[in-house]
């Protein structure tokens, strides 16, 4: 067990590793740079600024001071914005984007695993043909056009639910809905298959053989096996709603990180680029260990090495 | 002495986006109490789906159509599901081919066979029931049982899985134990020591059992009387004694000419029977076996033969066997000739 930990931390930090090289090696590939502007801006202001940033180090200088940071947790400051740093956009923006990414999580459980049981036990009926409906709908169109139609009907229409922001908590149930459509979609068909599957195994004619409730069949025989494939995607998902979406924040105008990161992009803001990137890897992977730990719960034949 | 399952005329049918599927197409037999009957066939023969039809545990697709199932005396087929639900388990067990995946993987052992006494007698408390349970994993000769309680099925071997299907199937003493090609997914020598685990439980406690398979050695060892199965049909059915020491039909013949047997010449070639088993969607009018029968006359594709009578409790579904059959070339009219 012990052993195993320490591998996989190993791991961990190797990936996060790689991922700063690469990310710090594309961005600097990329022509321009943070000072880069439409303004011409005089050639001693802009070698100040460079060595301020220390933007004239040669590359694995620059590299190796970055690491250097990311040891104390520090990302940096931001080369954008005066007196900002890295660390103050993640600390400004997660708190939004997590709440959102937590109540979105919330409904997407509750509401994709019903989903795919209802979908799988009724197999060919009409629950299965509206449940699997909704899912290709909730898979084939994008999250922002579900977000416009949303608005249009709920905020615009009835009414019911502010356009913007996240004042009240009447605020989240659009965009949870807009951002979760997917993963539900996703993750109800999963279950649906993996349950059919599941339902059609060996082990399951034994049960059945001893006489037992089809009820009893289904949650204690069938739905532990079948929650296995869901378990894995769970960890991705589960980042990925947490850490939120640029596109969704947009619309509503919610303060998270998604809008810090893209707009780091486009100004070629070096730092927060990069410290976005790695914290959302680092933020990836541990979700992917915490689900894997997870699984030695759910399936004894899964062991730690 | 009435016997424990009495099947008459069952027919059996999947629905299948390609059409009906005649899995078992009029088939009777019993089982007499204390008493082992084989079923002999190769897949697709309806050997299993008989067995199924007799639990009710066909699945969404698969109805018995037509025929009656009496369990002792109590007929079967009219039963509502949670009547079956209180038969399953408590009076007909069964175990099955496959103990690799017949058992759930993340239940322990000890789990899914006390879950077997739970279903059937809610009263009885949960200490019990782990002794019950314990008693059981020794009854099956699982070795250390105290420790194996708590194992997953991953654990165990092959050999050992079964023995805990078995343990499970037995747990409430069922009056019919209905066995599908319990060994063939075992090793030889692991497929001895099983039957004869089988052989001995069925002493002690009496119960009669149904017992399928595609191998007829396993038959000779473990049944007093036997069923053959082909395309739906029952092709012979006689007293395992009889049917060794002489086979009245031609894919009963077959079968056995394709055992290879440890003191043959190794110069004389293993018989193969030629052909496929028949489509069960479109089953031929006549006798499902005559395509690759090498005795097949004109009328075997035309019409299903009736059953003749060939000994003391005994009888085959072979038109060769019809008064009007000619000799020439009859195997089993030189035979009597022969005797006589």
């Known amino acids: 067990m012990a052993k195993y930990l320490i591998k996989r931390v190993a791991m961990m930090i190797i990936t996060l590793f790689l991922i700063a090289l690469l990310t710090f090696v594309l961005m600097h590939a990329v022509p321009g740079g943070p000072f880069t502007s439409d303004k011409q801006v005089s050639k001693a202001v802009l070698d100040a600024l460079n060595e301020k940033y220390r933007l004239n180090d040669p590359l694995w200088k620059q590299f190796l001071d970055y690491l250097g940071g990311l040891v104390r947790l520090d990302l940096g400051p931001s080369f954008k914005y005066q007196g900002k740093t890295v660390n103050d956009f993640i600390n400004n923006g997660l708190p939004y984007s997590a709440r959102l990414g937590a109540v979105t999580l919330v409904f997407v459980l509750l509401a994709s695993i019903p989903m795919g049981i209802v979908s799988a036990l009724k197999n060919g009926k009409w629950q299965d043909m509206l449940v699997m409906a909704i899912a290709t709908i909730g898979v084939t169109i994008p999250s922002f056009v579900i977000a416009t139609a949303l608005i249009y009907i709920f905020s615009f229409k009835l009414g019911w639910t502010p356009m913007y922001g996240v004042d009240s908590w009447k605020g989240y149930i659009l965009p949870m809905i807009a951002m979760g459509g997917y993963s539900v979609s996703f993750l109800a068909r999963l279950m649906r298959s993996s349950l059919l599957d599941v339902m059609g195994q060996d082990y399951i004619r034994t049960a059945r053989a001893k006489g037992i409730s089809e009820t009893r069949v289904v949650v204690k025989h069938a739905l532990r096996n079948a929650m296995i494939p869901v378990v894995t995607v769970l960890g991705p998902t589960v980042a990925n709603l947490l850490t939120g979406s640029f596109v969704i924040e947009k619309i509503f105008a919610i303060p998270g990180m998604g809008g810090y990161f893209v707009n780091s992009v486009t100004q070629r803001d070096y730092t927060t680029i990069l410290g976005m990137t790695v914290f959302y890897a680092a933020f990836l992977i541990a979700m992917v260990f915490i689900v894997d730990l997870f699984y030695c719960l759910i399936d004894p034949r899964i062991k730690f090495d | 002495m009435e016997p424990i399952l ?143 309680l708590k194992s997953y099925p991953h654990e165990f071997s092959g050999g050992m899985r079964q023995r805990v299907m078995i343990a499970m199937a037995l747990a409430c003493k069922p009056e019919l134990l209905i066995a599908d090609e319990p060994t063939t997914a075992l090793d030889v020598s692991i497929q001895d020591q099983i039957l004869k685990l089988m052989r001995s439980l069925q002493r002690e406690m009496g119960m009669s059992i149904m017992f399928i398979t595609h191998d007829l050695g396993v038959v000779a060892e473990l049944c007093d009387r036997v069923a053959v199965m082909y395309g739906g049909l029952l092709m012979e059915e006689a007293d395992i004694v009889d049917i060794f020491k002489k086979p009245m039909h031609p894919y009963t013949m077959g079968l056995m000419a394709s055992i290879p047997d440890m003191n043959q010449d190794r110069r004389v070639q293993l018989q193969p029977i030629p052909g496929s088993p028949p489509d069960m969607i479109h089953p031929p009018r006549g006798c499902p076996f005559a395509p690759r029968c090498p005795y097949a006359m004109r009328v075997c594709m035309e019409e299903i033969p009736p059953y003749a009578v060939t000994g003391a409790n005994r009888r085959s579904m072979c038109w060769l066997l019809d008064p009007e059959a000619p000799a020439a070339g009859n195997p089993f009219k030189q035979g009597r000739e022969a005797a006589v």
Do not use: C, Y
Request: charged fraction near 30%.
């Open chain 2, 6 to 148: 009495q099947v008459r005329d069952l027919r059996t049918s999947f629905m299948t986006s390609n059409g009906e599927v005649h899995a078992v197409r009029g088939v009777s037999f019993d089982v007499e109490k204390g008493k082992t009957l084989g079923i002999v066939g190769e897949s697709g023969s309806g050997k299993s789906v008989t067995s199924l039809s007799i639990l009710k545990l066909l699945g969404t697709t698969g109805r018995v159509t037509a025929g009656s199932i009496k369990l002792d005396g109590e007929e079967l087929t009219g039963k509502s599901r949670k009547e079956m639900r209180a038969i399953r388990g408590a009076r007909i067990a069964m175990i099955f081919q496959d103990p690799m995946t017949s058992l759930n993987p993340l239940i322990p052992m000890g789990e899914q066979v006390g879950e077997m006494l739970w279903e059937h007698n809610r009263k009885m408390g949960k200490a019990e029931r782990e002794r019950k349970v314990l008693e059981l994993f020794r009854m099956v000769r699982i070795p250390e049982p105290e420790k194996r």
